[in-house]
């Protein structure tokens, strides 16, 4: 995970991209469920943040009507194991977890 994270901070949008045609996003989703290792799933949703940040970018300039990483982790399968992150024993997890889908999954979620 720590490689991707250095790769997702560091690369292009090109870069980014093939890295998403190679399975980024499944890596990604299946470090959601390692529930028993926080550090790896701080840094796999320090991944996804970091992805969601440009997908709101790659959404606005290409006039998308939703963010494609969102899309990418729903067709990995990656979204239930998101959503139960927010049940997590580890305050830090929890506190991420609640961050992202305060700030890019509102639009999302019942009132």
């Known amino acids: 995970m720590f490689w991707l994270n250095n790769m997702i901070e560091k690369g292009n949008s090109l870069q980014i991209y ?4 190679h399975g980024m996003m499944n890596v990604i989703a299946n470090s959601f469920g390692q529930h ?3 550090g790896i799933i701080l840094k796999a949703l320090l ?3 970091k992805l969601l940040k440009l997908g709101e970018r790659l959404k606005q300039t290409n ?3 939703v963010n494609p990483f969102m899309i990418a982790l729903d067709q990995e399968g990656g979204v239930k194991a998101f959503e139960s992150l927010q049940k997590h ?3 830090e997890v929890y506190l991420l977890v609640t961050e992202l889908i305060d700030e890019y999954f509102s639009e999302f979620t019942d009132p």
């Open 63 to 65: 006039d998308l009507s």
């Open 36 to 38: 028993s290792h926080p």
């Open 18 to 21: 093939r890295l998403q045609e």
């Open 47 to 49: 991944c996804f943040k």
């Open 89 to 91: 024993k580890n305050d």
